[in-house]
T-cell receptor, first 111, second 113 residues
Framework: GESVGLHLPTLSVQEGDNSIINCAYS??????FIWYKQESGKGPQFIID?????DKRQGQRVTVLLNKTVKHLSLQIAATQPGDSAVYFC??????????FGKGTRLHILP | KAGVTQTPRYLIKTRGQQVTLSCSPI?????VSWYQQTPGQGLQFLFE???????NKGNFPGRFSGRQFSNSRSEMNVSTLELGDSALYLC????????????FGSGTRLTVV
């Protein structure tokens, strides 16, 4: 069946360090993946996406890595800041192009 | 440009009642999707509308329904509310569908008592 999961429900990172949030997906037919950030009281906000014909994509302070062999996705945030505190979701295109979300990882920034 | 607007932001209803939630997509966006978010189940897909037609549907009972108007605004309705329907209901819009990126609204927090 379709499912997208994350390895850790909570991640604590020192301010200024790099954060790595991991995600495993099960649908080998998925060809489009997205990372979302959700702050308290808000809806998910698009961070970065990647298509299956790529292994890596970089944005501003964020990098997404895709390993199709092991069906693994990761989000790297450079120089983590207090404003990065949020829940991060990975998502994939499921059957009929529905977005399937993972459970989410809460990122805590330590001062 | 204005983002996705959901109304109301908060709602308290009693078991057995029905509720209607509204979503105004970004201007020009024709696809509107609805999601239910709960702590236990995370984000669950409800349905997607495109040009007034339901294009996709998730695994929710028939008590959950929706529609889309000619101006792309969408409503979802939940009849015979149950305690388990308490959740944050999120609406997302995009130009054509998920492959083109979704923009989410801030959601409607529904509490069923």
């Amino acid at each position: 069946g379709e499912s997208v999961g994350l390895h850790l429900p909570t991640l604590s990172v020192q301010e200024g360090d790099n954060s790595i949030i991991n995600c495993a997906y099960s649908n080998s037919a998925s060809d489009y993946f997205i990372w979302y950030k959700q702050e308290s009281g808000k809806g998910p906000q698009f961070i970065i996406d990647i298509r299956s014909n790529m292994d890596k994509r970089q944005g501003q302070r964020v990098t997404v890595l895709l390993n199709k062999t092991v069906k693994h996705l990761s989000l790297q945030i450079a120089a983590t800041q207090p404003g990065d505190s949020a829940v991060y979701f990975c998502a994939e295109n499921g059957e009929d192009d529905k977005i399937i979300f993972g459970k989410g990882t809460r990122l805590h920034i330590l001062p | 440009k204005a983002g996705v607007t959901q109304t109301p932001r908060y709602l308290i209803k009693t078991r057995g009642q029905q509720v209607t939630l509204s979503c105004s997509p970004i201007s020009g966006h024709r696809s509107v999707s609805w999601y239910q978010q709960t702590p236990g189940q995370g984000l669950q897909f409800l349905f997607e509308y495109f040009s007034e037609t339901q294009r996709n549907k998730g695994n929710f009972p028939g008590r959950f329904s929706g529609r889309q108007f000619s101006n792309s605004r969408s409503e979802m309705n939940v009849s015979t509310l149950e305690l388990g329907d308490s959740a944050l209901y999120l609406c997302a819009s995009s130009l054509e569908g998920m492959r083109y990126g979704y923009t989410f609204g801030s959601g409607t927090r529904l509490t069923v008592v």
